[in-house]
T-cell receptor
Framework: GQNIDQPTEMTATEGAIVQINCTYQ??????LFWYQQHAGEAPTFLSY????GLEEKGRFSSFLSRSKGYSYLLLKELQMKDSASYLC???????????FGKGTSLLVTP | DAGVTQSPTHLIKTRGQHVTLRCSPISGHKSVSWYQQVLGQGPQFIFQ???????GRGNFPDRFSARQFPNYSSELNVNALLLGDSALYLCASSSEAGDNTGELFFGEGSRLTVL
């Protein structure tokens, strides 16, 4: 089975740093993805981790620990436009589909 | 270059009706996946097609079917619509079947309301 957990909502202040956690229990593992989805829009790809460690891409970084079934997305220097839903997704070994969590709705306040 | 395009963007149907949703992938992409996103939830995998063959199917009833055409565009069909089928239907394309990073490029979706 697949179980992907992430917080439902988070609030942070403009200019601050926020960490969005994701834990997963899946029957297989072939990569973890983070997507950003603004209200009423399509999800857009942020990051991909398949090996343990930190992947940095500008203001966004993503970390993976396969032994702990744990990932986080780190957003630095928050901007108002970062207010969105952040989706954690796992690709199991046995297929090509992505299994998404329910998403974390991030609100950035002035 | 055009991104993933879906049609229609919005539609309203009544219970028991049938619906066909269409998707054109990014030029050069051979894989198309369909996801259902209910309000407040993450996308749920329905189908993946690669080179016109079904490569994966999610936990959806047989009322849901899909196909991919020689030009790699795709259709999702849902028969005997239920109220619970109301959702945003997302199409995603990728260049490969899933053996690499598997980055998916999503379309804006087709929002289906079943009354």
């Amino acid at each position: 089975g697949q179980n992907i957990d992430q917080p439902t909502e988070m609030t942070a202040t403009e200019g601050a740093i926020v960490q969005i956690n994701c834990t997963y229990q899946t029957s297989g593992f072939n990569g973890l993805f983070w997507y950003q989805q603004h209200a009423g829009e399509a999800p857009t790809f942020l990051s991909y981790n398949v090996l343990d460690g930190l992947e940095e891409k500008g203001r966004f970084s993503s970390f993976l620990s396969r032994s702990k079934g744990y990932s986080y997305l780190l957003l630095k220097e928050l901007q108002m436009k970062d207010s969105a839903s952040y989706l954690c997704a796992v690709r199991p070994n046995s297929g090509y589909a992505l299994n998404f969590g329910k998403g974390t709705s991030l609100l950035v306040t002035p | 270059d055009a991104g993933v395009t879906q049609s229609p963007t919005h539609l309203i149907k009544t219970r028991g009706q049938h619906v066909t949703l269409r998707c054109s992938p990014i030029s050069g992409h051979k894989s198309v996946s369909w996801y259902q996103q209910v309000l407040g939830q993450g996308p749920q995998f329905i189908f993946q097609y690669y080179e016109k063959e079904e490569r994966g199917r999610g936990n959806f009833p047989d009322r849901f079917s899909a196909r991919q055409f020689p030009n790699y565009s795709s259709e999702l069909n849902v028969n005997a619509l239920l109220l619970g089928d109301s959702a945003l239907y997302l199409c995603a394309s990728s260049s490969e079947a899933g053996d690499n990073t598997g980055e998916l490029f999503f379309g804006e979706g087709s929002r289906l309301t079943v009354l």
